[in-house]
């Protein structure tokens, strides 16, 4: 429930376009919506200026289409993180205007207008398997209406290609570096760049990066000074509080 | 084998209604029962008040058919846990009553009627994916005769939704927390309320949840006393338990 | 080497206060000056904004004295991090000035005045027994010129507590929450307020707290979203990037 | 602050033995009294019936000495564990009747009569060495009101040892299983008793016990139903646990 | 290849039944066959006693086959071990008599006949679900010529059943000890028998049982004197070892 | 791209085959050719003497042809590790020339003549199970022109294989050893040879294995110098370094 | 209690040498002695023919000294493991006859004597580090009446020492293993000999050593059958053991 | 032993400067001398051309002491690491050539005259606080006959550092690469050199590093190719493995 939609009820009760009652029903569920298996926090986007984001996994493809039903009979536009295409399904099946993003499993519905920022945030990744989390990254910060700019595939191992793109990535407000195996863009765009660098550890790779572990622990040790880190491919995680760091 | 299946049998021998021999024939099974891959714990009953619960994981549909076959045979209740639809299948043709919770994975037989107690249990998630363990809870405690309240998706990310249910929450005897991710939720709950928590990390989460082990440690490191902790994912536990305490 | 340094020695040239030789000699060491054991990262305020930190676990006293010397001589304020007595001792032998915070480990020296920001931090912790973290951030991030808050002991415990210093808590431009244990304090406060939080984990616990592991995978896996984390007890390295973020 | 403490001040003012300014003054802090380094949530016993307890590791002495100042001048109760001899010496200076407790580390103070419970917990350990933290369970649980059985030194090694007891046991409202090593005992009680098992692994052990973690798991996978499990070596945890169930 | 295969061939030479060239073809394979991708080990019947065993895991079907071949024409009884349905199949193909125990994975070939002993080895399991990890250790231990006795599901939920087979259990001369989740029984068989323990951690169970993790540190701290530890799921290893020590 | 092609193009220019505007456009890619999801870094072969290697995992079937096309239109020869049958589909539609490896789930491609030393590199496995990763090893160093000795399969538990083998072995330049299990036969070879030894674990086993955990930490404790250890399975990184070394 | 006691109990009984009283005052102690801290397991060596052993860490040097004592009035030998230098002195307070073994932290009296075997058990080491685990092994097994062959410093750095001693080894009737780093001697053994094997890993080394854990999971995934793992630094464990296995 | 004593032994028989039963005597030990709790290899010199090294950790100072008398009997030079103060003290009074490098640990012993290599080894470390392990790898190198480079202090943070050094590096036959925290140095280094990179993760670090872990993994899943990987804090091996390949 966004500030619009509240203003727009009470401007209807003024003008008497609805009754009282009707009004007292909307309002029932400010604070959140009570679908049994799941209650809605209506009350996030006046509190934390965003809607609620549905992680979709571990859920079925029906709680996955009624939360969306619900968030969208009230105008707010959708961000469903790890979604299957038997969720993307059924949510297609009573919201047309739902897309999904193949490569990082994503489900957005876009009922409102979104407002882009003039700075920008940076997502570079390691290497091109790291990408599907760049993007949820990416189309998170976009939803949320951030300006983003992707540089990808410019890992250690050949640092020319990272220096290549370094103006473009030293002229962002905040940074997210996306990477597995060793991690160690991380570090490098920590040491280099005077913003904020998110870190992302990324599950690619075998043996002993342990799921990203070996990711993961790099860059909570980074060396470099002014890096914080997401769980291990929290896209989603990196482009919300990349968001949030946008737009102080 | 329970008390009610005891004084029958000794009444019928009294009572003449069964020769000698076929009582021997029947109490020599009163401390187990022997199937050979599988020796029914019949003596729980007495010892423990409650039946002997299934494991199913790891036996064959076959096996899983002949313990419920035995115990139905003996009038008792029957429990069986992480049963797949095969399992149920076998299961269903030899004991047409037997019911499939499927969200949680678990066969039920009621076999005998089951008296409820007045006080309350709460089951508490901390969002909708955590539901199937947190029904695996809910199943156990009602199959041994426990009223249940189930209190589901209240997580500390929105935590004006639980204190919205705090009434429900504070009246009841026994608290179950079912939380993945960081496992928040069982901390938030030993701080609030003036009775025992049972805290149940569930493997919700991806990356660095590793499995649930992310929540299992948060919750063993509750800074709130006041509560203990079950194996991941392990609601019948957290059902068994909290009838017992319950019951007190 | 900050800029005042740079454009005094450029002027001193024009002036003639000092000849051509004597300013190649200080220009030699702009991009790092050599000590043997160690290369002082010169460049770094002018490429960062920020002095370059002394880690001091692991090196001699005389090593960081050492530092310490050839900071001071450039004219740059100087932040030691993990330093022991004995550390302190040679340094303030060589810097009169130097401060020793004994709770936090560290040692400051304020060569040049401090701008404050109007715009403030919050630091909190979840007990008592994580001030010294916290006290690592604090300390870091005042002598990079940012306003602090200490909101200490309101873990989730008596939630109470925090909740009564809710307002001082959303008035600030970015949270640190340090907390130790189950680590809770970071998604509570991440659920609440609407500013990025940056969660410290600690080591303070025992037993199933692994050193700090348990706070760790507790804030990496944390279900509110818009928190990153540090590594354990990186007090220096949350109060680095909330001044990033606190300066943006 | 207990009822009585509030009824009585209640009654002061009513008498008129104290002004209005000065039950203000004692009503100021009746959330919680902040001593700066820590905030002491005075609410606790009014909202679980139980004073706060200091967890003393991290805490200075000073700090230490000062929260028990703090909680005597309101006639609470004191528990303080993890507490060294530095720490009690600091608090016997502040409060004569402290009572240190050397083999399980607690600081005690009794300001106020104890009622005793009829019904009692018993209190297992599988070796001698894992006495210490079974008396952090005892003297917690008996300063809480609880009478106390305990059964030390009966693990598995010498069976008939733990059969010899088992009278005792069963007669337990509660039963506290306390065992490092490989922790069968949680096992071996939970199916011989119909009662509640807290079980508390503990760091007696090494090589593969990896500091208490082998009994944990163990623990935690228990096949006997009915068990529930604390923190490595959290003696208090379980005495505070086990007397919330022993009062319902 | 064993001692009576090398007794024929020397006495063939002798009785001029084949020519030197054929013998020293036959005996220059005594030390190992190589096979390419396999090097059979054709002199370990006569170090150890035994011939080699097929560990068929991450072989390709083609190469089991080939390795069962080439014993097959030397007289050695096979024992294959993780061998999967595939793997027979082409097995089945060049040797009718292979037999494939479909619970445990194996599969055999007697092309000698077996001595069997007086003594025995008894192998016991925590639970049903344990079941195949013992059949590994019985047909190995069965190969190998030792009788076998078989107690299963005898765990500590229902100590009584254990008891009830405490004769035959007594009057092994080896005991294995199978169990998953806890592995308690390992200890339980420790303290009562006089008789060297083999234990076996096994995979069953969930959760914080980390795939066996749980069992194996439960069994490696054993507080009863008169264990040693195999790897999680290692029938094999312990039917080996067992006839080992059989034998002596 | 290599150093005849870039010769060859200079060439051109003066011979006026082709025209300024053209080579400006091939030399554009001189440092990386950008395909938006990834960046080739052609300047390798000239940094490092080998061209770039594709790691296949993660990427589209589509990403690794386009790869693979645009690294054919430079004339480099192709090494991809870690492909699929898809994959292969996709890159033999635009390279007829592409051979795929099915063990080791390579793809080659050889654009160029491979110049072949004279020392070579003995590739040693354990067992028959490790032949996959040993063939990646093998592949990779024949791929970059190195003469290869195949020694497989002369693991520890007949050791006799191994000395059968030793001439060939002593006579290497560099030795990789590839295992799985307890991987001791790094160590045996570091004690026997004087030359350089790559050891590589590789997940061939179950249980305690953890996934190679257990032949990593045993590779890297060994007690023999003259060993340094690669990733779990990561036999080209062994193939790429046996190569450098082989070469000096 | 051993058997002698017992008979000359009964004997002096009817001899009239005591008074039933006394008789029945020595016999209430027969299945144990409770200490109060310990309950002294007077049956063990009616039950497994050895008495029990004292492990001393853990305990106070009082409670240590009162168990010898205790032990020492029964005529039984007594085994003390993991004792420092204050329990020894506690104990030589009250047992002059009392001897300390340094190196392997062992108490040790002998009340009776004790009558060798003639098969003997071989105690081997990788290195010399490891000997104080040997000689806890060595000086258990002695004392249980076994003869042993020390063979120090064979590790596979430089195999032909262990082949120098092969004789000696494959002449013992069960080996044991004592190695640290990579624990490879167990594999080596294993594969040399036809005896049990019994691996002891030893925390020996430094860095991914891990306290052991190394040579704890190398021994686990031994290729070699025929080897059994004991915890890390168990030497006591595996002397029992050996001494179990040799007297069979 | 190495070649130039065996050469004039044998001379020595000839000139008969001594008899045969005094180079029978001096022979025997050819293969190994037997201290008891040692067995020096005195044959590694002739096998592997470098003289056994004392790992002095674990050891008695006596026992250190007496290795390096027997070997300087022989006339090799002697490399002690992980030696104390104290061990060192026994050392010095059997041998006063003996030096103690403090800051790495190692003891030296030169009794021969050292060639050195025209090739050099770049040894690098990431900051100060890695200088131990470095210098260990160092002067084992240089002990070994190796012109050793050192360039200290080089890592990620501020990369400028390295790139003003790469000439010197990329002059060297080999690299070692000796960082803690994060270790991305190996990656760097890996990428931008085409020369064999040995990488040893040092313990420096806190919290996440987990005493060395974090840079474990981060240098095994380097996404450069050509880099293996030493055990933690382990310069010897890399010193000793760098000086196998420098000869090469």
Partial sequence: MNEEFLIKLLQDIKDENISIEEAVENLRELPYQDLGFAKIDNHRQLRQGYPEVIYCAGKTPNQVAEIVKAMCARGSNVIGTRANNEMYAHVKN????????????????????????????????????????????AITAEMLGNKVERV?????????????????????????????????????????????????????????????????????????????????????????????????
Same sequence: chains 1, 2, 3, 4, 5, 6, 7, 8.
């Fill in 94 to 137: 009573i919201c047309k205007e739902a897309v999904y993003h193949e490569d990082c499993k994503m489900i957005t519905v876009k009922n409102q207008p979104i407002d882009m920022t003039q700075s920008y945030i940076v997502i570079a990744t390691g290497g091109t398997s790291d990408i599907p989390v760049a993007e949820e990254a």
């Fill in 152 to 248: 990808y595939d410019v890992g250690v191992a050949g640092i020319h290609r990272l220096f290549h793109k370094l103006e473009i990535i030293t002229g962002a407000k905040v940074v997210v570096a996306v990477a597995g195996m060793e991690g160690a863009l991380a570090s490098i765009l920590g040491g280099l760049v005077s913003k904020p660098v998110l870190a992302v550890p990324t599950s690619v790779g075998y043996g002993a990066s342990f799921g990203g572990l070996a990711a993961l622990l790099s860059m909570l040790n980074s060396c470099a000074s002014g890096t914080a880190v997401l769980n291990i491919d929290n896209g989603f995680g990196a482009g919300y509080m990349a968001s949030m760091i946008n737009k102080l």
